[in-house]
Structure formats: structure tokens, C-alpha cells
């Protein structure tokens, strides 16, 4: 079973149509990632995959039920970070994490151990007692990245995730994805960093213009190349028309 799929989907935002006929899969125990210039339309993709955004047009299909007549039991099996990390401010680190642990229905016994398991794989015990607002963009983004993870998900969809760590954190959290993808997890990721694709990733789609326009193979030599190439070809093909 596909883990997470969308289907001709197709979505306009104001005036400008963010996504044109997309249609993408992700297999669980893998690793998918997608690469575009700003606004090619990465975040609505995923909003759309996750709910929160109506399609105007396809189908999502998540864990093998159509989203648009999903349980809602489902999203216990998801979890996703979409551009701001979610803190509430006023909590700790570790209050945070507990409100998501309840929210994903990890069991009341299991929680405080996974919230230290998960600091400690994200490098960040030692301010898992401060208050949200107090801390560093960084370490904030640990926070929604050890909330979308730390009920072994099914499913993962993460912006982002690499924006703001540092290059301790960028390592630990490329472990702890191929670790959800080896217990087989789905996990779709985006990024502008190719190389930190190339490390991380088992696929690549690249998005242009609110559309998928081909695949990378995230071990050939000079992804840059190929990645500009695949852009330069659909810019020219888009003006010829
Ligand atoms: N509410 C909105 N109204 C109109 N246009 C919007 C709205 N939200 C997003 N867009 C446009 O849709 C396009 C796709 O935006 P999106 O955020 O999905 O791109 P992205 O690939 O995630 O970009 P980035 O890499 O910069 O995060 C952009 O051109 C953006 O300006």
C-alpha cells in the first residue's frame, strides 16, 4: 500500500495556481524528498497532503484512505512540520512535546521517556526546561521536528526540516529520518539544500511552477547540474508555447 499519494491534484491561491495536475507517491521505507526554487509551490503541496488546504481539483490518498473521508484516528499515525516550528510559547521544551505526545495518543506511561529519547537524538536535553520563547530558532524547530517523531509515525511530511540546524542537529536528524524509513516509515521532505538531499534522501521530485517536472538520482555526481537543467528545459519548453 502507498503510504501517501496525491492524484492530478490541482490548487489556485488568490490569482496564481500554486499546483497544476500533481501527481506523486510516497512508499513507506523511504525517504522522498522535493527540491524547487522558492514558491514552486513545495508548502501547498504538502498542506494539501495534510489536510490543510482543500484541493480544488485530484485526490490524496493517506495510508490507504481517501482524505477527504479519512478518520480522524488517522493523523495519530502522521506526523509533519510545515514551515514555523509549533510552539506554544509559554511552555517548556519539554511541556510542548508532552501536549503532542497526548495529542498523538502516545500512552500516558511511554511519554516522558520518549520526550527524552528525543531530545537526547536531537541534541537538545539541555534545554528541554526552558520556555519556548526563550530559546533559539534552532532549537525551537527541535521541538516540532520531537513532536512529528516522537510516536513513530507512519507517515512523516517535514518542510524544511534542516532550515534553521546547525550541523550537529542537520546529522542527527538524518539518522533519526532513516531510522522512521528502516522501521518503514514514509517520509517526504523539502529542501533547497542539494547536497543535504543527496545525503539524506532515497528519491528526489523536483518541483517547478506548482508542478512536478522529472526526478533526480540523489547519488549522481553533480546534482546542481541536473537540477538546473531539468528547470532550464521547462522554462524553455513553457516559452515555446
Ligand atoms: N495565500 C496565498 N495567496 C496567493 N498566493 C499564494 C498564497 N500562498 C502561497 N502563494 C503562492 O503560491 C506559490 C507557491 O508557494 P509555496 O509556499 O507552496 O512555495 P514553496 O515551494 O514552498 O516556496 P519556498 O521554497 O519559498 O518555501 C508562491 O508563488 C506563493 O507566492
Known amino acids: 500500500m502507498t503510504a501517501l499519494a496525491v492524484q492530478n491534484i490541482s490548487k489556485t491561491l488568490g490569482d496564481h495556481l500554486a499546483l497544476q495536475q500533481v501527481t506523486l507517491k510516497v512508499e513507506p521505507g523511504s525517504i522522498h524528498a522535493l527540491v ?3 514558491g514552486a509551490g513545495k508548502t501547498t503541496l504538502m498542506r ?3 489536510g490543510m488546504l482543500r484541493p480544488d481539483g485530484g485526490r490524496v490518498t493517506l495510508l490507504g484512505h481517501d482524505l477527504a473521508h479519512a478518520p480522524s484516528s488517522l493523523w495519530r499515525q502522521v506526523g509533519h512540520q510545515i514551515e514555523v516550528p509549533p510552539c506554544y510559547p509559554e511552555l517548556t521544551a519539554r511541556q510542548n512535546l508532552w501536549v503532542a505526545a497526548q495529542l498523538r495518543g502516545v500512552p500516558e506511561q511511554d511519554i516522558s521517556s ?3 529519547q528525543v531530545a537526547e537524538a536531537l541534541n537538545m536535553s539541555a534545554w528541554i526546561d526552558r520556555r519556548a520563547r526563550t ?3 534552532g532549537t525551537r524547530q527541535k521541538i516540532g521536528l520531537g513532536a512529528a517523531l516522537l510516536h513513530d509515525p507512519c507517515v512523516l511530511v517535514l518542510d524544511e526540516p534542516g532550515n534553521a540546524l546547525d550541523p550537529l542537529a ?6 533519526l529520518l532513516r ?3 528502516v522501521r518503514g516509515a514514509a517520509v517526504l521532505v523539502s529542501s533547497h539544500h542539494l547536497d543535504e538531499l543527496a545525503r539524506m534522501a532515497d528519491h ?3 518541483m517547478h511552477r506548482g508542478q512536478i517536472i522529472g526526478t533526480l538520482d540523489p547519488q549522481a555526481p553533480d546534482l546542481e547540474r541536473a537540477f538546473f537543467s531539468k528547470v532550464l528545459a521547462q522554462e524553455e519548453a513553457g516559452a515555446a508555447v
Do not use: H
Not at 542537520?170 to 539518522?175: A, I, S
Open 204 to 206: 528526489i521530485s523536483v
Open 179 to 181: 531510522r522512521a524509513a
Open 48 to 50: 494539501v497532503m495534510l
Open 36 to 38: 524547487g526554487l522558492n
Open 170 to 175: 542537520l546529522v542527527r536528524l538524518r539518522g
Open 135 to 137: 530559546l533559539s530558532l
Open 114 to 116: 520518549r520526550i527524552t
